[in-house]
């Protein structure tokens, strides 16, 4: 029963006015229901969106992978997987009925026609057997016929067989579907090739043109192993006899190829695939050469240049190639343009292709960065790491390069074959490439990757070796004493690695290409050794003058061992001097000469042509570190004595312990001014005239924030900024050991410079401030580095007393300055206070008594009480008696032990030695050149610059980082500071008897 029209309208009024109360409620009530479903599907919509991983390999029979899901999905109902696992078929004896392009049905054929045709959509009945897919198969020589001429399928297929007689000459092709004309080396009345003809790779061979036994093996020497290579076994003497027979050019390039891929190697009894190729190549003796080069064969590819002896030497090095080179200027030219004849394994020519993409430089780098390689003069060097399983999926098949370098030619284009030189070639098990270059067998193709002859069963399987060509360098040399830019034929050198595949997931091959430029350096090399053989020459006569003086220094007039040992330490400096200056002198000439060539002239050492320049620089630096820590050692011992000058000037009142009596005695004098005089000397013992803080500093800057360092890059181009997408070459270790070491040289000698003629003009002198403080301080100092030979300051106060106060100091000063007293110098009216002194043995021997009653450490005897024994009292009378006995002397006291004052010659400060030996009377020399600094670092900064100088180079040409090696410089500088103020410190405290503790 349904309500009538005003039931229905009181309803919805009743429901719009309900709907109109409560729409806030309903409003809130929506709201918090989306809430809610938010909240409780946000983990799905945030979540990541995660796919199991499948692999075809994971599907089963039943089951293919489908390329959209990336999953394995089932196959329909009498289907199975294709053979590639990407769809599904039919099974055998099923036809396909339907297909929408991504499924297919299957219906069975009835038991009349059992079979499926060979498109799989129709049934059919079958003359003869059916095979195991369920298709109609024919016999030898027949072809399966289908359908008719309309395309209407047949109630029965049929088996045509294909007329090999009269005219028709017919086989079938390799599908089998049609008849095809038999190839020309059958027989021409029939396509059977019959005995004693021989069947091979479609060809028919005539009898007794080659022999059918051959070698189908490929060796791989590196891992002594020989594998029959399926690929060898297939083509090999078919393409050997059909290039022999029938001058099949393709057949020929096969073989060729072959041969190739067993690295060119033969003996004189092989039947291999080189051993075949040989035979084809005397066989075509009486036939013209190709392009009029003995070596090319008719019909044959050019694999090798001859076995002539010497061959090698008259390809490379004979005629210069027809380019010139130029670097600079109107007609530069600095392309090496190379092109490449490429083939496939089967001997198929496929292009003319342009060296200098990824043909021959297979690591992955940049297109900018590999036209780097064949910009002349740039050294390049690129080497990296591959997968095999990438090599393998790249490379199925390998290409065969003949190389050529592209001459030009504005009317013809002309080309120079690039001579080849495989590493791995053997002849009669030998390896000949590795040897000098009169036994070099130069060939001419080349491959990079063959993964292909290392098939042992089928050309399909995986390979059990692969043979990677895992060093590629082409090398030009320059013509000697060229000027035009004129270079030999270049070669490019080919090394062979033979790879044994065990996991190709995880097995890496190294694989590196380089392109390196060489000269003959014999000429550079003699003038090198002619000049270290004189100035080493030179250098003995300057250390036996050395050895001399020093002989005379310590008066001992015999020759013994110890004076051999000096004699080599003093060559030993002298020698590292000459090696210094050669390599200085050799590194910038290649740095100068290299850069600024117009044509290419010159040509850097290759990096094995170096290693006798680095041991030069080794030498220089192991004999300049014996000069420097024969020096140090010396410094360390060196004998010092302060000599006080200062006297009592009053006497106190002393009581007489017992009888009460009053006593006067002389004042006692200050040692606050010997202590001031030693903390001084400790402090300038490793002063400098270089900072080594800003050598360091300014060498990097220059270096590595201006780029200096980049004109020791193997390229003829001094740019000092390199763009970082450009690709940088090596550096040559001649040209940055001569870079380095010409500007920290530079810099020290710079800093010295300043040091000596500004700083210590201006600012501060320290050794001449050093002698003010002595005459201030009313103390000399006496140095003996060698036995009869040292060094006198002379600190003796004009005033005659320094220990005094603030007012009476300040007067003497300004006597001083007004010239109101006498003068500071040694003899009366003279300002000389610095002599080199020759002592007499008498002075010595006197000396060295005083020296050893307090140097000597006396224990306590058994005899006597330890407690009785006072050392110190015993130092203190030691040192009294030291400073009256060489204050006496120079007081001329001791008449016996006398000595005069006088200039040493000229002749006398050019040689470094004295001609006057002091016999009866010490000499005096004057000295304004302050030369007791040599004692110091101060006056051995040239021994120290130099020291550095090669430190800093070997870490560097060790490391090849300048800043590590300049870090490792500041730090030896640092530790050999250390070491020379604390054991020098030791010694002072040892020589002059100054409480260590007062040493500040």
């Not at 290299?594 to 030069?616: D, I």
């Not at 800057?701 to 201006?706: G, S």
């Amino acid at each position: 029963m349904k309500p009538d029209t005003t039931t229905l309208k009181k309803r919805e009024k009743a429901d719009h006015t309900m709907a109109t109360e409560t729409l806030p409620f309903v409003v809130k009530r929506y709201i918090f229901v989306f809430i809610i479903l938010f909240l409780y599907f946000s983990p799905a919509i945030c979540q990541q969106y995660i796919i199991p991983f499948q692999d075809p390999s994971d599907c089963s029979l039943d089951e293919f992978f489908d390329i959209s899901t990336l999953s394995c999905v089932s196959c329909g109902e009498n289907q199975q997987r294709s053979v590639a696992g990407l769809s599904c078929i039919c099974l055998s004896g099923f036809r396909t009925v339907t297909t929408d392009l991504t499924s297919i049905a299957c219906e069975a054929c009835p038991e009349d026609k059992p079979a499926i045709t060979q498109d799989g959509f129709g049934c059919i009945r079958c003359p003869g057997s059916i095979s195991d897919e369920g298709q109609c198969q024919c016999p030898a020589r027949h072809i399966l016929v289908e359908r008719d001429v309309s395309g209407n399928l047949l109630d029965e297929a049929k088996c045509e067989m294909c007329n090999g007689n009269g005219s028709s000459l017919s086989v079938p092709n390799s599908s089998g579907n049609r008849c095809e004309r038999c190839h020309a080396s059958f027989i021409k009345s029939s396509c059977a090739c019959n005995h004693p003809s021989v069947l091979a790779g479609g060809l028919c061979i005539p009898p007794g043109s080659l022999s059918t036994n051959v070698n189908p093996s490929v060796n791989f020497a590196q891992l002594k192993l020989s594998i029959i290579s399926a690929w060898f076994l297939k083509n090999l003497y078919s393409s050997a006899a059909a290039c022999l027979s029938f001058s099949n050019l393709t057949a020929c390039q096969a073989l060729g190829n072959m041969c190739v891929m067993n690295m060119h190697s033969f003996s004189g009894l092989s039947v291999d695939a080189c051993g075949l190729f040989n035979t084809v190549f005397r066989s075509q003796a009486a036939f013209s050469a190709t392009q009029d080069i003995s070596y090319w064969r008719n019909n044959l590819p050019w694999l090798y240049y001859g076995d002539e002896p010497g061959l090698a030497n008259r390809v490379l090095q004979s005629d210069p190639v027809p380019v010139s080179f130029i670097f600079r200027g109107p007609k530069k030219n600095t392309d090496i343009k190379l092109l490449a004849a490429v083939y496939n394994v089967r001997g198929e020519f496929l292009r003319w292709e342009n060296i200098g993409g990824s043909n021959l430089q297979i690591c992955p780098e940049t297109p900018i960065r590999r036209s780097s390689a064949f910009s002349f003069g740039t050294a390049y060097q690129e080497s990296c790491d591959l997968s095999v399983a990438e090599l393998l999926r790249t490379h199925p098949q390998p290409l065969f390069y003949d190389v050529f370098l592209d001459l030009g030619g504005e009317e013809s284009r002309k080309l120079l074959p690039l001579p080849t030189l495989v590493l791995n070639q053997q002849f009669n098990g030998k390896l000949v490439n590795q040897e000098s270059m009169n036994n070099w067998y130069l060939s001419r193709r080349m491959f990079l990757v063959d993964v292909l002859s290392g098939r042992e069963k089928s050309a399909s399987v995986l390979p059990k070796v692969i043979r990677v060509a895992n060093s590629v360098k082409i090398r030009f040399q320059l013509v000697p004493n060229t000027e035009q830019g004129h270079v030999f034929p270049p070669l490019m050198t080919v090394e062979y690695k033979d790879v044994l595949i065990t996991d190709i997931n995880t097995q890496t091959v190294s694989m590196s290409f380089a392109v390196e430029y060489e000269m003959d350096q014999n000429d550079a090399h003699l003038k090198t050794d002619t000049a270290l053989g004189v100035l080493a020459g030179l250098a003995v006569l300057l250390s036996v003058l050395k050895t001399v003086s020093w002989k005379r220094r310590i008066a001992s007039p015999v020759v013994d061992l110890r004076t051999l040992l000096m004699f080599f330490l003093f060559y030993a400096g002298d020698l590292a001097n000459v090696f210094l200056a050669v390599t200085v002198g050799t590194g910038l000439y290649w740095l100068i000469l290299y850069k600024a060539q117009q044509h290419a002239s010159v040509l850097l050492p290759l990096p094995h042509q170096e290693e006798r320049f680095v041991t030069y620089i080794s030498c220089a630096f192991a004999l300049k570190a014996v000069q420097f820590l024969h020096k140090l050692l010396v410094q360390l011992s060196v004998d010092v004595f302060f000599i006080d000058w200062e006297r009592p000037r009053s006497k106190v009142s002393k009581t007489v312990a017992g009888n009460g009596q009053q006593k006067r005695d002389p004042s006692p004098i200050s040692i606050w001014r010997t202590y001031f005089v030693a903390n001084e000397w400790n402090e300038i013992q490793t002063i400098r005239k270089i900072n080594p803080t800003f050598q360091i500093m300014a060498v990097l800057f220059f270096l590595e924030v201006l780029g200096f360092s980049d004109l020791a890059l193997r390229d003829p181009w001094p740019t000092l900024q390199r763009r970082p997408q450009v690709y940088t070459p090596p550096y040559s270790l001649t040209m940055r050991y001569g870079l380095s070491a010409t500007l920290w040289l530079c810099i020290g000698l710079l800093q010295v410079i300043f040091f000596t003629v500004f700083y210590e003009h201006f600012m501060e002198d320290k050794i001449r401030q050093f002698v003010d403080l002595c005459s201030i301080s009313n103390i000399s100092v006496l140095l003996l580095p060698q036995r009869c030979f040292g060094y006198y300051i002379h600190g003796r106060s004009v005033h005659g007393h320094a220990d005094t106060n603030m007012e009476e100091m300040n007067n003497n000063l300004r006597r001083e300055a007004e010239s109101l007293c006498g003068q500071r110098g040694l003899l009366p009216n003279t300002d000389m206070q610095t002599f080199q002194v020759a002592l007499s043995c008498r002075l010595r021997s006197h000396y060295d008594r005083i020296r050893d009653s307090f140097t000597r450490r006396h224990g306590p005897s058994r005899l006597m009480d330890a407690a009785s024994f006072n050392q110190s009292d015993q130092n203190i009378r030691a040192y009294h008696t030291m400073n009256h006995f060489l204050g006496s002397v120079i007081d001329h006291a001791h008449p016996d032990m006398d000595y005069i004052v006088r200039d040493k010659l000229a002749l006398e400060r050019v040689m470094g030695m004295e001609f006057l030996e002091p016999n009866d009377k010490s000499i005096f020399y004057n000295d304004e050149g302050h030369s007791f600094s040599d004692v110091l670092f101060y006056g051995n900064e040239g021994t120290l610059l130099i020291f550095d100088t090669l430190y800093f180079c070997i870490v560097d040409l060790a490391s090849q980082n300048f800043v590590l090696a300049a870090v490792l410089t500041y730090l030896q500088q640092m530790i050999f500071k250390r070491i020379r103020n604390s054991i020098g410190r030791r010694n002072l405290v040892n020589k002059t008897l100054v409480d260590d503790r007062f040493l500040i």
